[in-house]
């Protein structure tokens, strides 16, 4: 089946430290790849994406490469700040395939923590 | 000028209660979806619906169930509620003919189950 497999947290860095947060997939077909971020008390906001394989997406200094040959599409960025402190999310979408309407499949979530 | 917008944004109630949450986008979206993300903050889809087919993750009991009065609307109806319904339940849509499916989420209403 189609799943989405992210590092367990917590995460806690400080700031100015480099992050990665790990995340592989097993899809039955050629999926779009996800990164959300949920700030505490707020609903999902979406990152940044990937279509294809290759593809680097990148939002507020965040980047993730869609890896094909290893299923992955790690998050990384190079100097957290306290206000990155929130859980994030790894996620696929698989389109007109088993019925779906591209409903997301997310990994379980990693919680960062950026201490000053 | 909300895009997606869920009301209540908490919502407190006893076991065997009936209840609706609401969900509204003005982003001219075809496909709606319900998210429920429980206690350890793991997400799952419960349904997507756009103007034509409705398609209902097969874990969810047939307490829950969606209802659009028009495309702009996903409203969320619970029947018998019970303590194990207690979750951040999530409101989202998208364009199935845009670039590629993403995903425009609510902000979440809390239900909790006494």
């Known amino acids: 089946g189609n799943s989405v497999t992210q590092m367990e947290g917590p995460v806690t860095l400080s700031e100015e430290a480099f992050l990665t947060i790990n995340c592989t997939y097993t899809?039955?077909?050629?999926?779009?790849l996800f990164w959300y971020v949920q700030y505490p008390g707020e609903g999902l906001q979406l990152l940044l994406k990937?279509?294809?394989?290759?593809d680097k997406g990148s939002n507020k200094g965040f980047e993730a490469t869609y890896r094909k040959e290893t299923t992955s599409f790690h998050l990384e960025k190079g100097s957290v700040q306290v206000s990155d402190s929130a859980v994030y999310f790894c996620?696929?979408?698989?389109?007109?395939?088993?019925?779906?309407?591209?409903?997301?499949?997310f990994g379980k979530g990693t919680k960062l923590s950026v201490k000053p | 000028d909300t895009a997606v917008s869920q009301t209540p944004k908490y919502l407190v109630t006893q076991m065997g209660n009936d209840k609706s949450i609401k969900c509204e986008q003005n982003?001219?979206?075809?496909?709606m979806y319900w998210y429920k993300q429980d206690s350890k903050k793991f997400l799952k889809i419960m349904f997507s619906?756009?103007?034509?087919?409705?398609?209902i993750n097969e874990t969810v009991p047939n307490r829950f169930s969606p209802k659009s009065p028009d495309k702009a609307h996903l409203n969320l109806h619970i029947n018998s509620l019970e303590l194990g319904d207690s979750a951040v339940y999530f409101c989202?849509?998208?364009?199935?003919?845009?670039?590629?499916?993403?995903?425009?989420f609510g902000p979440g209403t809390r239900l909790t189950v006494t």
């Open positions: 989202a849509s998208s364009q199935r003919t845009g670039s590629p499916y993403e995903q425009y």
């Open positions: 899809a039955t077909g050629y999926p779009s």
């Open positions: 990937a279509t294809k394989a290759d």
């Open positions: 996620a696929l979408t698989l389109m007109n395939y088993g019925g779906s309407q591209g409903n997301l499949i």
């Open positions: 982003l001219g979206h075809d496909t």
């Open positions: 619906y756009n103007n034509k087919e409705l398609i």
